[in-house]
């Protein structure tokens, strides 16, 4: 097994900081020519960086820098070229006379109300050219208010924060709440693939509060996984890294430490969440099903939509009783095939089809870990009938700001937006894409199986939407260091 630099890691591989509620990611853009102060902010600021191996419990920052923001720092083409191409391109490639929808947008779905045209920010017109972003967490809404002053001071006359269309920064605050419900009212953050050798792994103790529970060798035998999916420079599920695939550069001697050694690559979206549309589905869909609205209906229609119950219960294994902890130790080829437990189209079955897709059980596990990502994202904006709620009216915008780490962009984020949450084929169904989803083709129904014959419903509309996002690299602290020079 192979031994992670974790002291090198940013600690957002390995905890999504529970102990810190309050969070804010500030976008910012290096000062047009100021490349000397941008390296000597970064070196500063690589001294403040979390670690993996660190704790975190007070606050924590991490960084992560876009293809943009390291062209500033005058990284060689070699260098960049190094880097994959989708992380490169961007998230939202700009449309060009060849390619008038570019390939990209495609492949996520980011079109009709989703499309980069009409993103806030990092799409076609506004805030386009993001550098990087500062992930700040701390826990309570004071001490984020200073991490934030403080750290935009830091960044004085090297970098600035983006500004938004109206003038305002473009700082998007996260929060996990105590029942670390998302808007849509189910507990998110539950199922997270664990990284082989990591402290965790290594049954460990660690800072965070919902790592210390021990771990089943089921949950091992699901959850484990290589560590080259999570940090660049160690072995993938396909036994290469990314020292294989390039192991000799032209600039060897010029730049004797791969920069991308212990990074990895952060998607971050921004996922405008309609609540009020979805209980109203949710609502009309227990009517249809069961011929009632009331709540038992809708919290069954709602789970089966999800795969969870809104207190976290998988619907597999179909024996879980319901004060036990939320579990993760579970399959679906040889308890639920049919889906007749948790629907083949729930957001959690496409998401992480675990032993289902592929010839056979035991390879379909196999090659559904190389597809898997680390979940960081936190709701946005305030909760439908909080107190702050009526002051800021209901038109009031929230949502999920979605992050996932993984080390292969296009073979984890995107297949698994691409090919398992925007397909209307998924696991044999005739059409459909995930009841969560921002995408949605002309006939989108939602398909509950059930006996004697399946249930068909019709989706009206998607019940998310992509305001903005873009694609990062969360580099090694090693790694700002060298970029800091
Ligand atoms: C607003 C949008 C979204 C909402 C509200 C949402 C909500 C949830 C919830 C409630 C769960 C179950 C709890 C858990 O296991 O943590 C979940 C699981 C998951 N979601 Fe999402 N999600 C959203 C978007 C996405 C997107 C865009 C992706 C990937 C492209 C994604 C990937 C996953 C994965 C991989 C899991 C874990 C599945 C498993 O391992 O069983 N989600 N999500």
């Known amino acids: 097994m192979e031994n992670v630099e974790w002291d090198d890691v940013q600690r957002l591989v390995l905890s999504g900081y529970p102990k810190l509620p309050f969070s804010a990611y500030v976008f910012w853009h290096f000062v047009p020519g100021e490349v000397d102060a941008a390296r000597k902010w970064l070196r500063l600021l690589s001294g403040r960086l979390t670690r ?29 070229s190094s880097f994959s191409l989708e992380f490169l391109e961007g998230m939202a490639p700009k449309p060009t006379p060849e390619a008038q ?37 701390a826990a309570d809404q004071t001490k984020l208010r200073s991490l934030i002053d403080a750290e935009i001071g830091a960044m004085a006359g090297a ?70 999916e999570f940090v660049l420079g160690y072995r993938n599920e396909r036994r290469t890294s990314i020292s294989d695939v390039y192991p000799e550069r032209a600039d060897a001697d010029t730049e004797p430490k791969d920069i991308r050694r212990n990074g990895t690559y952060l998607v971050f979206r921004q996922l405008e969440q309609d609540v009020p549309a979805f209980n109203e589905f949710v609502a009309k869909t227990a009517e249809r099903i069961y011929g009632r609205a009331d709540e038992p209906a809708q919290e069954k229609i709602a789970s089966q939509l999800v795969g969870r119950t809104r207190q976290g219960h998988p619907l597999v294994p179909i024996d879980c009783p319901p004060d036990a902890a939320p579990r993760n130790d579970f399959l679906y080829y040889f308890e639920d095939r049919f889906g007749m437990a948790c629907p083949i189209g729930a957001h959690i079955r496409r998401a992480n089809p675990r032993d289902t897709v592929g010839p056979d059980a035991d390879t379909a596990l196999r090659l559904s870990k190389m597809h898997r990502i680390i979940r960081r994202g936190r709701p946005y904006g305030e909760r439908v009938g909080s107190e702050k709620e009526g002051t800021t009216g209901e038109l009031a915008t929230r949502g999920m700001a979605f992050i996932a780490l993984n080390a292969d962009i296009a073979g984890q984020f995107e297949m698994i937006q691409h090919s398992w949450l925007n397909n209307t084929h998924f696991g044999s169904l005739y059409a459909g894409t995930d009841p969560l989803g921002h995408f949605s083709c002309a006939g989108d129904v939602v398909t509950i199986q059930d006996r004697p014959t399946n249930h068909h419903v019709d989706r009206p509309r998607p019940f998310v939407r992509v305001r903005g996002g873009a694609y990062f690299f969360l580099p090694g602290i090693e790694a700002v260091r060298a970029l800091a020079r």
Do not use: C
């Open 52 to 80: 993996a191996t660190g704790r975190g419990d007070q606050q924590a920052i991490n960084l992560a820098l876009t293809a943009h923001g390291l062209e500033h720092l005058r990284v060689s083409d070699g260098v960049l």
């Open 159 to 228: 970098a600035a924060p983006a500004l938004r269309q109206n003038g305002e920064p473009l700082i998007i605050e996260g929060r996990v709440y105590d029942d670390r419900k998302e808007h849509f009212g189910f507990t998110d953050g539950i199922s997270q693939p664990l990284i082989e050798g990591s402290p965790k792994a290594n049954g460990k103790r660690t800072s965070d509060a919902d790592n210390n529970k021990k771990l089943t060798s089921d949950e091992k035998r699901i959850l484990l996984v290589k560590p080259g």
């Open 101 to 137: 929808f570019p390939r990209r947008s495609n492949v996520l779905g980011d079109v009709g109300d989703s499309s980069p045209e009409l993103w806030e920010w990092g799409g076609w017109k506004e805030s386009r050219d993001i550098d990087g972003m500062l992930l700040l967490y």
